[in-house]
């Protein structure tokens, strides 16, 4: 075989290579142009958070209990393959904070020696939250089941705090608890930053049905980014950062539907 043989197989190799490159970017162009949406839902929705914050020095907690509840909006832009392209906000009251968890030197709980019971202490902390969410979803959108991710920034404006305690501050076992220097700054330090703002996930599960709407259950996961607290060299807490754990029922109903007979 000839050197110009060999040339004019490489240049039919070629062509025919580029020619499937372009069909394939085509074929790809094409099927990447989304299915349009242009939907509208609202409602509320409801739910319970265990919540803790993120001290350094480290403070021993528990979960804290509180409640969620607010008002939710979504849009429904976009159905890439089979994915469902939706943005979502809320405006919700939350109760988050923490609970110490009081213990001696030897991990046992610490007894108060006027009560005789062990010490307890919580400090609930309420917002105003605004959790702005991407979110994709996967399976029926009219009526049926819909699996859905979704994550963002979310914004909380400091409202309120209560303190609640079975002892009298004066009378506190201070002898035998750990960190009990980093318990009195904790307990009485009043909350320094109004704002906060974190990132927020979460995943759930959806039903809908063209008549009655659309209702979720969502296991949701919050992540403060800024500190409760002052943290520069002359405060006590380098760190204080809020997190919780949210579990959430919602329910919307549609305001504005698109119409295509396709969607499912």
């Known amino acids: ?43 509320i929705n409801g739910g319970y958070v265990m919540s803790n914050v993120g001290f350094k020095p480290e403070i021993p907690q528990l979960m804290n209990g ?25 405006v919700n009251y939350t109760q988050m904070g923490w609970k110490e968890d009081i213990l001696t030197i ?5 007894i108060n020696k006027y009560t005789g019971e062990p010490e307890e202490f919580k400090r609930q902390l309420t917002y105003i939250q605004i959790p702005m969410f991407a979110r994709l979803g996967w399976g029926r959108e009219r009526k049926g089941f819909q699996f859905f991710f979704q994550v963002g920034p979310q914004f909380g404006l400091f409202l309120n705090d209560k303190i609640t305690s079975n002892f009298d501050y004066e009378q506190r076992n201070i002898s035998d608890r750990i960190g009990a220097q980093r318990a009195a700054v904790q307990d009485t330090l009043a909350i320094k930053n109004k704002f906060d703002y974190g990132i927020v996930g979460g995943i759930g599960i959806e039903y809908s049905h063209p008549k009655v ?44 539907k698109t119409n295509n007979s396709k969607i499912k």
């Open 1 to 43: 075989m000839t050197v110009n043989n060999i040339f004019r197989l490489n240049i039919r190799g070629f062509r025919k290579l580029l020619f499937l490159l372009m069909l394939f970017g085509t074929i790809t162009s094409k099927a990447q142009i989304g299915d349009h949406r242009s939907e509208l839902s609202i409602g």
């Open 66 to 90: 509180g409640i969620t509840g607010g008002l939710t909006v979504r849009y429904t832009c976009e159905k890439y393959f089979n994915s469902i392209c939706a943005l979502v906000g809320e």
């Open 106 to 110: 030897d991990d046992g709980p610490v």
């Open 213 to 256: 709407g659309h209702f979720m259950l969502e296991g949701r996961y919050y992540y403060g980014l800024g500190d409760i607290y002052g943290n520069s060299k002359q405060d006590y807490f380098g760190r204080s950062n809020n997190s919780g754990i949210m579990i959430k029922l919602s329910y919307l109903f549609d305001v504005m």
